[in-house]
């Protein structure tokens, strides 16, 4: 079955800088959407970033735009997610997901059929 394991959170300081990184195993990405979600405690969960397989197009969420940067690795069926200018605001746990069958992105969690376990982002204030 599919898997999808996140590795790089932690914790650091506003103005800081993070990267995740999320490895798919069992799963095609060159013909899916892969991407980045976070969930604050309280809160909904949100999409934060995306990125097709086949062309390697990048959609990310206005919150982030300019300091986030969603990328891939396809040799290493890998998608990172380069966290610059870190806020508090960012504190969250972030999921990395993927779809399955569709060659196009959405920002819906509904959209995509697996998920990470999560790995947590903390930016104290």
């Known amino acids: 079955q599919v898997q999808l394991v996140e590795s790089g959170g932690g914790s650091v300081q506003a103005g800081g800088s993070l990267r995740l990184a999320c490895v798919a195993s069992?799963?095609?990405?060159?013909?899916?959407?892969m991407g980045w979600f976070r969930q604050a405690p309280g809160q909904e969960r949100e999409w934060v970033a995306s990125?097709?397989?086949?062309?390697?197009?990048?959609y990310h969420a206005d919150s982030v735009k300019g300091r986030f940067t969603i990328s891939r690795d396809k040799a290493k069926n890998t998608i990172y997610l380069q966290m610059d200018s870190l806020k508090p605001e960012d504190a969250a746990t972030y999921y990395c997901?993927?779809?399955?069958?569709?060659?196009?992105?959405?920002?819906?969690?509904?959209?995509?059929?697996?998920w990470g376990q999560g790995t947590q982002v903390t930016v104290p204030s």
């Open positions: 069992r799963y095609t990405f060159s013909r899916n959407c």
């Open positions: 990125i097709l397989g086949s062309s390697g197009a990048t």
């Open positions: 997901a993927a779809n399955s069958g569709q060659n196009y992105c959405s920002r819906e969690q509904t959209s995509y059929a697996y």
